[in-house]
């Protein structure tokens, strides 16, 4: 193992080659699994990397070993330098996604096929406009379809994320899985999970086994073809036979996939956060701007890194609102 490796290479010799970063802590949505109903205080813009700053400290995890870098946000597509911090992480020898909304993906189409941000993740819980409306507080159900099937046109490869929340959207989980009989995505349920103001229980959970008790209710055990999981999956994926798409179920609460973590978060306003559901945090952007070196304080961040979920290795665990609720909301963490 090299030094640099070792750098991003924690206790359980996990190896962190895929680094997220926030852009931003605005959106153009309110989802009220990832904002609280009254908002956030959002960071002072000082307090914000900048374009440069956000190219310099990719740099670092790169030298290091990262090879994977997302965008997110909030929504990353409202960052006003976001063509120019593309173009800036695009000269390393990367490889480039971004996690959006949809809503601005037509605005900036030319600029991501520029720079060959190819993956895509689209954000949509439901495929019911008026339900759409109700869980964002905003009207714009038609403009992401609209986008989705650009990216498409566009021969962009599009994951659409699924927040399934009890009571709301667990009934349009077949709709979403006969939407890749005829479009080639990639449809991926993730389990609500607990974050500041999200008023987070249990209850509102849509389990793995319920997901696929649901799915077998339209089709036969020999049409739904379990895939091989990625290296590093996230994602346990299936496939309906002679389907163009496929689907896959992100469990981070009933089934979570920690063995093979290899993720490192690094938030809008330059901390580094080493598992989504930890409070624990580095500051790397004041200690850049003093003209420090940052790679020890990563080193240490990774090194801290728990086993399984930030140390909570129950389910119980995380019905214990003392562990998570200090943690930042979603939107301030980066999706």
């Avoid at 895929?18 to 153009?28: A, D, P, Q, T």
Wanted: aromatic share 8%.
């Amino acid at each position: 193992m090299t030094a640099s490796n070792t750098i991003l290479t924690d206790g359980f010799g996990r190896k962190h080659n895929y680094l997220r970063i926030s852009l931003l802590e605005k959106c153009n949505l309110r989802c009220t699994y990832c904002m609280p109903a009254d908002g956030i205080a959002l960071s002072p813009k000082a307090s914000l990397m900048t374009g440069d700053e956000i190219f310099a400290i990719a740099q670092t995890f790169v030298k290091n070993g990262v090879d994977k870098i997302r965008l997110t946000g909030g929504e990353p597509l409202l960052r006003k330098d976001f063509p120019e911090i593309v173009s800036k992480l695009s000269t390393l020898n990367i490889s480039l996604s971004i996690t959006t909304n949809g809503i601005l993906i037509d605005r900036h189409i030319d600029v991501l096929k520029q720079f060959n941000v190819k993956k895509i993740n689209l954000s949509l819980d439901t495929l019911v406009a008026s339900k759409f409306a109700s869980i964002t507080l905003r009207n714009q159900f038609e403009k992401v379809i609209d986008n989705l099937h650009l990216l498409l046109n566009h021969d962009f490869e599009v994951k659409v994320n699924v927040v399934l929340i009890k009571g709301f959207n667990e009934n349009e989980i077949v709709d979403f899985v006969k939407l890749t009989q005829f479009l080639p995505i990639s449809v991926r349920f993730i389990e609500f999970m607990p974050f500041a103001g999200n008023e987070w229980d249990r209850s509102k959970m849509v389990s793995q086994n319920e997901i696929l008790s649901l799915v077998e209710t339209q089709f036969s055990l020999d049409q739904i073809q379990k895939l091989e999981d990625e290296k590093n999956f996230t994602s346990r994926n299936y496939k309906i036979k002679d389907f163009q798409g496929d689907f896959g179920i992100i469990s981070s609460i009933t089934n979570p996939f920690c063995d093979s973590c290899n993720r490192i978060r690094l938030t809008a306003d330059g901390k580094i956060k080493n598992c989504l559901f930890s409070n624990a945090e580095t500051d790397l952007l004041t200690a850049f701007r003093n003209g420090e070196s940052i790679t020890d304080l990563i080193s240490e961040s990774i090194q801290n890194k728990k086993k399984v979920r930030a140390g909570m290795s129950t389910v119980n665990e995380i019905d214990d609102p003392t562990l998570h609720s200090d943690n930042r909301s979603m939107i301030a963490i980066g999706g």
